[in-house]
Nanobody, 120 residues
């Protein structure tokens, strides 16, 4: 009922930047929170950054000061600006949205992910 599509991943050199985007579509009445998670090979999926409708954000300590999450409530989109990337940021990045469907049912949806590789 809700589809999330991520884009913007790719290969970047250490110290470089990437901007990830996530678009939510479907029978959405409201999105309360959008977040970015990442999962490196052999590791658990971890929260990178989260933003709620009012604009409050929280970040994993490893990305504070380097990554910035933003959203456009009207367009149901979220972005993650990633600067000063290091090889440790290499992972598949997933978008997650939580909210309410048109008929009043809560939802939690995930995108399929976009790969970010930081390497020289």
């Amino acid at each position: 009922q809700v589809q999330l599509v991520e884009s913007g991943g790719g290969l970047v050199q250490p110290g470089g930047s990437l901007r990830l985007s996530c678009v939510a579509s479907g029978s959405i009445r409201d999105i309360n929170a959008m977040a970015w998670y990442r999962q490196a090979p052999g590791k658990q999926r971890e929260l990178v950054a989260r933003i709620i409708r009012g604009g409050f954000t929280n970040y994993d300590d490893s990305v504070k000061g380097r990554f910035t999450i933003s959203r456009d409530n009207a367009k149901n989109t979220a972005s993650l600006q990633m600067n000063s990337l290091t090889p440790e940021d290499t992972a598949a990045y997933y978008c997650k949205a939580e909210g309410m469907l048109s008929w009043g049912t809560p939802f939690v949806s995930w995108g399929r992910g976009t790969q970010v590789t930081v390497s020289s």
